[in-house]
């Protein structure tokens, strides 16, 4: 069983910064790509960031691109999200999830998801 446990949300004016950090309790991370998502109220949760096994690979959804780092370390069982320049609409509840097959941006694929960590940008 995976456990993927979020946190380093808050709340932050427009232009801040925060880091967002998942915890990983599973035999072998090195196995899992890792993905973070996100859903803002009313809205459907969207694909924000992934890297794959060996951290080599990272892809963004074009609207954090220049403005958020996706990585892990492999030995403490983490992947962090790093957020800069933030935005209003970045304002969303923020999930870690972990894909044992292909680094995918669609989420049907992730098998093991966190509860979740909120981000608020204030204006």
């Known amino acids: 069983q995976v456990q993927l446990v979020e946190s380093g949300g808050g709340l932050v004016q427009a232009g801040g910064s925060l880091r967002l950090s998942c915890a990983a309790s599973?035999?072998?991370?090195?196995?899992?790509?890792m993905g973070w998502f996100r859903q803002a109220p009313g809205l459907e949760r969207e694909f924000v960031a992934l890297?794959?096994?060996?951290?080599?690979?990272?892809y963004y959804v074009d609207s954090v691109k220049g403005r958020f780092t996706i990585s892990r370390d492999n030995a403490k069982n983490t992947v962090d999200l790093q957020m800069n320049n933030l935005k209003p609409e970045d304002t969303a509840l923020y999930y870690c999830?972990?894909?044992?097959?292909?680094?995918?941006?669609?989420?049907?694929?992730?098998?093991?998801w966190g509860q979740g960590t909120q981000v608020t940008v204030s204006s």
């Open positions: 999830a972990a894909n044992l097959g292909s680094p995918t941006t669609n989420q049907a694929y992730y098998n093991y």
């Open positions: 599973v035999g072998t991370f090195s196995m899992y790509h």
């Open positions: 890297v794959s096994r060996t951290g080599i690979t990272t």
